[in-house]
């Protein structure tokens, strides 16, 4: 099975600041990735597709990249409501998987 | 409005069955491959299993924690998804969310609707 590691597990961060999560897989996966927003007692929220395709409704200031191994988030300007726990997914093989999740926390 | 509302949830014993409903709306339920995901008590998501639809003979695929123990089914003249829990395990205490997928292939195999969840506590 595909395994999948993210960097880091927890980070602070203010409003405004710029926030890059990244992804590892064990195997390549060429773009067969997609990655969520949770909030606290919500659940999951499709954010990025296909590695790097913006989900209609999303805003703009989320953005993903990498191809292969190694993909990442980043949030270019973080916003209060922006708060929560993000999820890379590969989609390559069965079975799926998740990262482990990378918190972002309010400094 | 897209909707999908689980239920079903609820506490069960160790070695115990549960099946779990999901009810699909304002879609056309039968056009979709659906999932199954869950999330243990403060943990991350974990990808359960996949149902696909008529035309590909309602096929599954399952995590392998679950598989021989836990059956997707779905009924699309009633709009709903299902999974049948048996010999549950403690580790199986989870939120367990329904979601449709996106489309056929693997590359559109991300979800983008989520049911809110139903719980299910796996104790003595």
């Known amino acids: 099975d595909i395994q999948l590691t993210q960097s880091p597990s927890f980070l602070s961060a203010s409003v405004g600041d710029r926030v890059t999560i990244t992804c590892r897989a064990s195997?390549?996966?060429?773009?067969?990735l997609a990655w969520y927003q949770q909030k606290p007692g919500q659940a999951p929220k499709l954010l990025i597709y296909a590695a790097s395709t913006l989900q209609s409704g999303v805003p703009s200031r989320f953005s993903g990249s990498g191809s292969g191994t190694e993909f990442t988030l980043t949030i270019s300007s973080l916003q209060p409501e922006d708060f929560a726990t993000y999820y890379c997914?590969?989609?390559?093989?069965?079975?799926?998987?998740f990262g482990p999740g990378t918190k972002v926390d309010i400094k | 409005e897209v909707q999908l509302v689980e239920s079903g949830g609820g506490l069960v014993q160790p070695g115990g069955s549960l099946r779990l409903s999901c009810a699909a709306s304002g879609f056309i339920f039968s056009d979709r491959y659906m999932d199954w995901v869950r999330q243990a008590p403060g943990k991350g998501l974990e990808w359960v299993g996949r149902?696909?639809?008529?035309?590909?003979?309602?096929?599954?695929e399952y995590a392998a924690s679950v598989k021989a123990r836990f059956t997707i089914s779905r009924d699309d003249s009633k709009n709903s998804l299902y999974l049948q829990m048996n010999s549950l395990n403690i580790e199986d205490t989870a939120v367990y969310y329904c979601?449709?997928?996106?489309?056929?292939?693997?590359?559109?195999?991300?979800?983008?609707?989520w049911g809110t969840g139903t719980t299910v506590t796996v104790s003595s």
């Open positions: 195997q390549g996966i060429s773009s067969f």
């Open positions: 149902i696909r639809k008529k035309v590909n003979s309602y096929s599954t």
């Open positions: 997914q590969h989609l390559k093989s069965y079975p799926f998987t």
């Open positions: 979601a449709r997928v996106v489309g056929d292939t693997l590359l559109q195999s991300y979800m983008d609707v």
